[in-house]
């Protein structure tokens, strides 16, 4: 693992990130059930685009994406005291290949942090269901292959409601999939890119 030295979102974090399949869209590339997603052309596209600009596409950012962003501290601090661990903040994480990164919440000596602040009736549903969303299995399993762990805790916190913990373990099978959609992803990539180029000419 190689680990960027950044302030996550600073220019950068940015820059780290520019066409690298990170953590976050691994749902584009893979299911939950360790399926090829059915966005992953979308997805190759996506990243083709940020390499023939050089920039991010301007994104849009949610309201409770927002209050997500500022309750992360609490939702980290309040992690460390009820584990009682200290969780190390990090830029960009990427494989040695470069290939693939992720930007965890926090990592502790043994395992990782995904923090989640979602809005109260999504953290009611996930609250009842106690367990790890489907949605960010690709994410955390993702997040689990690039930072080299064994575990990896995903914590959806409410500052008025009691806290969903989960610890995940590891799974091999789905990791190796995960890898052969990246492998697969970047020859799509760099294909795409020699046919516009050629074209271009």
């Not at 460390?80 to 990090?90: A, N, P």
């Not at 989960?166 to 052969?180: G, M, Q, Y």
């Amino acid at each position: 693992m190689r680990v960027i030295d950044c302030e996550q979102t600073s220019p950068e974090w940015f820059a780290a990130r520019l066409g690298v399949p990170t953590g976050s869209c691994f749902k584009d590339l893979i299911t939950s059930q360790g399926k090829r997603s059915a966005s992953f052309d979308k997805y190759a596209n996506t990243l083709i685009a940020e390499r023939l600009m050089n920039r991010p596409p301007e994104s849009f950012t949610s309201d409770w994406m927002l209050r997500g962003t500022e309750l992360e501290p609490q939702a980290r601090a309040f992690y460390e005291f009820t584990m009682d661990v200290e969780v190390k903040q990090v830029g960009f994480c990427l494989l040695d290949s470069g290939k693939a990164g992720a930007s965890p919440d926090g990592l502790t000596d043994t395992s990782g942090l995904e923090i989640k602040c979602p809005a109260p009736h999504t953290h009611v549903e996930y609250l009842t269901k106690g367990k790890l969303p489907a949605a960010y299995v690709p994410q955390v399993q993702g997040e689990m292959w690039i930072c080299e762990r064994d575990t990896w805790d995903f914590m959806s916190f409410h500052p008025d409601m009691p806290p969903l913990l989960v610890t995940v373990e590891r799974d091999d099978k789905f990791i190796a999939t995960l890898s052969d959609l990246v492998d697969e992803l970047h020859e799509k990539i760099n294909q795409s890119i020699a046919t516009i180029m050629e074209r271009a000419a």
